[in-house]
C-alpha cells in the first residue's frame, strides 16, 4: 500500500504514473488521494479524478474515447459494430457511399461530413451526453440503429440539401421538423416512409417491361400469383402486379442463390435484391431489412395453423407524442459535434425543434393497438382449455394417469433406440441372404424407426388410447385432413403442442405477464410458495400446500438497471399453479432421465418433429403452440374482403387486455363464478383492487374501452346508467361521422358466434371490416378515456343472496364529463 505524501513534485510525477498505469490506483491510501485531489484543483489537472470517475461509474471523461462496441478505429473506411448482446459482427461500409459529385463519402473533401456522422452515432450511449444515464447493450442498440435511419435520410436527401457542397450546412431545424412530421404521419413503417420505400419500390416495378409470351408463360406456370389480394396485404398498390413480380422472377428475386437453377426456391421473395436495386452505394444499407410482401408472393406461405390468422395487431397510422419525443431526442445528439473541431459546419438542432412544434403541424395519432378478443371469445377459450388439462392432467391423487408422465416413458423408450442405420433388429441388411424384399423392404433401417411404427403404442397408456391416441409421432403438415385427426387426438406429440398452449392460455391470462417474461420461464424453480412463517420456497408442491400463498417468479422487463431486469414475485392462483408444477415436474424428470439438460430448457419447450429433441420454445414456437391450441377448439373465423377465411389465433399481448376484463364482465358473463374460482377470487371487490393493483392503466383502460364499445354497439350492456351511453353513442357517431344522430349499427363477432347454430354456414362469419369498424371505435374511446373526457368505474354496494347472506356486487357507471364532451 502506498503512503501518505506532502511533495508536490512528487505528486506531479505520481499524477503522470498513474495516467501511464491506472492500475496504481487500487489500494491507495486515502490520504495519497485526498493529496492528488487538492494537486487536481491547484494545477488544473484533472487526470487521475477523471479515471477515478471512469473507474467509478463507468463514464468516460476523454471526449475522444471509443465505446467498447465500436471495434474499428475512428478513421477506419469500414467500421466494425458489435453490442455485447448480439451474436454477429456488422459492418458500417462507409467506402461504399457515394456522394451527387461522384466522390466517396471517405474522400478527403468529405471527411468533415463523414467525422460528423460518427461522433454522432457513437454519441448513441454516451452518458456525457444522455444525462449521466448508463443505458444497457439493447437499448443502445436501437438508439444506435434510429442515428442510422436519421443519417440515411440525410443520404437520400442529398441532392436537395447539396450535400456533396454544403455537406451539413442546410441540415435545418426546418429540415428536421419536416422528418419529425413524416414520423408523426408515417403508414405502419417509420424507416419505409424516411426512405419512401414502398414509393420507389412501386416507381420500380410499375415501370418494368415483360412480353406477352413471357407473362402468359409465367402465370401459367405459377398460377398463384393470378389470386385476389386481401386488402391487408396489398402493401405496394401495383398497377399490374402480376407482370412485376414476372419482371422479379427474371431478375431472380425468389431464387435461394445461385445453385437455384429454377429460380423459385424463395417462393415469398428475397427483399435484398430490392434494396440493392434501389439504395446501393446510396445509403448505409447494413441493417435495413424490409418487410416481406404478401401481394408478391409466387407461391402460398406454408403454415402449421389450419387457417392464416385474423390481423392481430391495428397497426394504425402516425406516431404518438411518446414516439416524437424519442426521436427528437435521438436528432438532438448530432449536438454533440459542437466541440469537435474536425467536422462540417451545422446547425445546432435547437428547441424549435420539438412535439409541441409537430402538434401543431399535424394531429398526433394513438400508437397502433392490440385487437381486443371479443369477450365470449376469451372467456370460453379459457374455460374449456382449463377443462381440457383437467382431462389430461389430473392432479397426482386421481386414479387417472397423468399425460406428461406416460409422454415422459414413451420418450425415454424413444430415446434408448439407436438411431444408427441398419441398426433395425428386425430388418436384416440388403447384403445379407436373410433379407427378403417383400418381408422386409418396408421396415424402418433404425431401431427407433422400428419402434415408433410398430411397439410405440404399447407404451402409450390404454386411457389415452380410449381418448383416441394412435400414434406418438407428429402428424407432418401434408398430412390429409391432419387438424381434423388431431381434434380426434390422434397423435402424443401434437396433443403435447395443444397441451402446452392451454397451459400458456390460462397462465397468460391471470397473470397478465408480457409474451418475453413467459418464454424465458426456467425449466422449474419459477413457483414459490409463502409458508406460514413467511419463509418463501421454490421447493413445495401445491398439491401439497393447499393455500392461495403461491406465486410465480419472473424477470419483469422494462425494469432493471444496464439491460439487467429484476426478479420480481406475482400471486398466481393455486389452481393454475398446479398445471405450471406439472409442466415443471415433467422437465425436471427429463433433466434427470438425460432426456434434455437443464440449459437446454425452459417452461415451456417443443419436441422436434423427427430428431424428438426436447428444446426450449421461442417466440414462434410458442406461438405455434397457441395456434394448436385454436385449431384444436375451432376458435371463431373471419371472411376476408377478398372471399378467404382466416382464424382468430390468440397472442399473449391479448390476453393481457383479458385479465382487466375478468372484473368488468364478470355480472354479465354466465360462468365467471368459475372462472373467479379459478382465480381464486370470491370476493368481487376484491378481484377488481387486485387487477388494479397489479395491472397498467394502459391495459385497464383498453379493457375500459372495449367494455364501453360492446355497450353501446350491442344489447348487451353491462353499463347501468343508459342514457350516459347513449349520450356517448351521439358523440362518438359525431367524432366518427360528423353526424351525432347517425346509427352505429355493428353486427360483432360475439353476434356471429352465438346468434346462429350452424358455425359453416359462411354467410353468419363476420367480415373484417366490421372487425375493423369496432376497433375504431375503440381507438377513438380509448382516446376519450386517457384525456379524461369520459370515465367508467365500479359502485360497490352489498345485497342479500336467496339464502339471505350479505354479498357484494357493484354497477358499473360510465361518467361524461360536459364541458370536453360539447
Given amino acids: 500500500m502506498l503512503t501518505a505524501v506532502d511533495n508536490l513534485a512528487y505528486l506531479e510525477e505520481l499524477t503522470n504514473d498513474i495516467v501511464n498505469n491506472p492500475d496504481m490506483l487500487n489500494g491507495m491510501h486515502v490520504d495519497t488521494l485526498s493529496q492528488l485531489t487538492n494537486y487536481a484543483v491547484a494545477t488544473d489537472d484533472f487526470r487521475v479524478l477523471g479515471l477515478l470517475t471512469e473507474i467509478h461509474t463507468g463514464i468516460p471523461m476523454q471526449s475522444d474515447s471509443l465505446p ?56 448513441c450511449d454516451n452518458p456525457l451526453e444522455n444525462g449521466g444515464k448508463l443505458i444497457g447493450s439493447k437499448y443502445a442498440a436501437v438508439k444506435f440503429n434510429h442515428i442510422l435511419t436519421l443519417i440515411n435520410t440525410i443520404l ?176 438532438q445528439l448530432m449536438n454533440t459535434n459542437i466541440d469537435k473541431h474536425d467536422v462540417s459546419i451545422f446547425h445546432p438542432v435547437t428547441n424549435e425543434v420539438s412535439v409541441d412544434a409537430v402538434q401543431g403541424l399535424t394531429k398526433l395519432r394513438k400508437q397502433g393497438r392490440t385487437r381486443t378478443l371479443p369477450p365470449e371469445f376469451v372467456f370460453d377459450l379459457f374455460r374449456i382449455s382449463y377443462e381440457l388439462l ?85 402428424l407432418p403438415v401434408s398430412t390429409e385432413n391432419r387438424h381434423t385427426r388431431i381434434r380426434n387426438n390422434e397423435s402424443m406429440l401434437e396433443i403435447f403442442s395443444v397441451l402446452q398452449g392451454a397451459i400458456q392460455l390460462v397462465l397468460g391470462a391471470i397473470m397478465a405477464r408480457r409474451q418475453d417474461e413467459i418464454v424465458q420461464l426456467k425449466p422449474f424453480g419459477n413457483l414459490v410458495f409463502n409458508n406460514k412463517e413467511g419463509q418463501r420456497t421454490t421447493d413445495a408442491s401445491p398439491y401439497i400446500e393447499d393455500s392461495d400463498n403461491w406465486h410465480l417468479r419472473f424477470k419483469a422487463k422494462k425494469t432493471g438497471e444496464k439491460g439487467e431486469n429484476i426478479t420480481i414475485d406475482r400471486p398466481i392462483s393455486l389452481s393454475v399453479a398446479r398445471f405450471v408444477y406439472q409442466l415443471e415436474q415433467f422437465n425436471q424428470q427429463a ?37 394448436a391450441l385454436c385449431d384444436y377448439f375451432e376458435t371463431a373465423i373471419v371472411e376476408m374482403d377478398n372471399g378467404e377465411y382466416r382464424r382468430h389465433y390468440v397472442r399473449q399481448h391479448q390476453l393481457r387486455r383479458f385479465f382487466a376484463l ?88 360475439d353476434d356471429a358466434l352465438f346468434d346462429y347454430g350452424d358455425e359453416s354456414e359462411h354467410r353468419t362469419t363476420p367480415h373484417i371490416s366490421q372487425l375493423q369498424t369496432e376497433q375504431d371505435l375503440e381507438n377513438e374511446v380509448l382516446m376519450l378515456l386517457e384525456s379524461d373526457i369520459i370515465s367508467l368505474k365500479p359502485e360497490f354496494f352489498t345485497i342479500k343472496d336467496e339464502n339471505g347472506e350479505d354479498i357484494k356486487t357493484f354497477n358499473l357507471i360510465l361518467k361524461i364529463n360536459e364541458l370536453e364532451a360539447e
Fill in 68 to 123: 467498447e462496441w465500436w471495434l474499428s478505429d475512428f478513421h477506419d473506411d469500414i467500421t466494425k459494430i458489435h453490442f455485447k448482446h448480439q451474436q454477429n459482427t456488422k459492418e458500417i461500409r462507409w467506402c461504399d457511399i457515394t456522394l451527387d459529385d461522384g466522390e466517396p463519402l471517405t474522400s478527403e473533401k468529405h471527411q468533415p461530413l463523414l467525422n460528423a456522422f460518427k461522433y454522432w452515432l457513437i454519441a
Fill in 390 to 474: 383437467e382431462n389430461f392432467c389430473p392432479a397426482p391423487d386421481k386414479k387417472s394417469v397423468n399425460f406428461f408422465d406416460n409422454l415422459l416413458d414413451v420418450l425415454t423408450t424413444v430415446y434408448s433406440k439407436s438411431t444408427v442405420s441398419q441398426s433395425n433388429p428386425h430388418r436384416p441388411h440388403t447384403s445379407s441372404k436373410a433379407f427378403n424384399k417383400a418381408l422386409h423392404g418396408d421396415l424402418p433401417l433404425t431401431e427407433r424407426g422400428h419402434f415408433l411404427k410398430f411397439d410405440a403404442l404399447d407404451v402409450i397408456h390404454p386411457d389415452f388410447k380410449q381418448k383416441g391416441i394412435t400414434q406418438f409421432d407428429g
Fill in 591 to 627: 433433466i434427470e432421465r438425460g432426456i434434455a439438460t437443464k440449459n437446454a430448457l425452459t417452461l415451456f419447450n417443443s419436441i422436434h418433429p423427427r430428431t424428438f429433441q426436447l428444446n426450449k420454445s421461442n417466440a414462434a414456437l410458442f406461438n405455434d403452440a397457441f395456434d
Fill in 662 to 749: 375478468v372484473f368488468f364482465w364478470s355480472k354479465g358473463y354466465e360462468n365467471m363464478e368459475a372462472l373467479r374460482w379459478m382465480l381464486a377470487h370470491s370476493d368481487l371487490e376484491h378481484l377488481h383492487n387486485y387487477i388494479t393493483e397489479s395491472d397498467t392503466g394502459g391495459v385497464l383502460n383498453s379493457a375500459k374501452a372495449s367494455v364501453i364499445v360492446q355497450s353501446v354497439i350491442s344489447d348487451k350492456s353491462q353499463i347501468n346508467n343508459l342514457d350516459e351511453v347513449e349520450h356517448l353513442r351521439k358523440i362518438l357517431a359525431k367524432r366518427l361521422t360528423g353526424n351525432a344522430n347517425k346509427a352505429l349499427h355493428i353486427r360483432t363477432l
Fill in 156 to 331: 437520400l436527401n442529398g441532392q436537395a440539401l447539396k450535400l456533396s457542397q454544403y455537406h451539413l450546412e442546410k441540415v435545418t431545424d426546418a429540415f428536421w421538423l419536416n422528418v419529425l412530421l413524416t414520423i408523426a404521419e408515417h403508414a405502419g413503417s417509420v424507416d419505409a416512409d424516411l426512405y419512401q420505400t414502398h414509393e420507389r419500390i412501386k416507381t420500380l416495378l410499375d415501370s418494368v417491361d415483360v412480353s406477352t409470351e413471357e407473362l402468359n408463360a409465367f402465370k401459367a406456370k405459377y398460377p398463384y400469383v393470378n389470386r385476389n389480394i386481401a386488402s391487408d396485404e396489398n402493401i405496394l398498390n401495383l398497377n399490374d402486379r402480376v407482370k412485376a413480380c414476372c419482371w422479379l422472377y427474371q431478375h431472380r428475386y425468389y431464387a435461394v442463390d445461385t445453385r437455384d437453377k429454377v429460380g423459385h426456391g424463395h417462393p415469398q421473395g428475397n427483399n435484398a435484391i430490392l434494396t440493392a436495386k434501389l439504395f446501393e452505394g446510396k445509403i448505409l444499407t447494413d441493417g435495413i431489412k424490409l418487410s416481406s410482401f404478401p401481394e408478391l408472393a409466387l407461391k402460398p406461405t406454408p403454415i402449421k395453423s389450419e387457417y392464416q390468422a385474423v390481423p392481430n395487431h391495428d397497426k394504425g397510422n402516425g406516431g404518438s407524442a411518446r414516439e416524437i419525443r424519442k426521436w427528437r431526442h435521438i436528432i
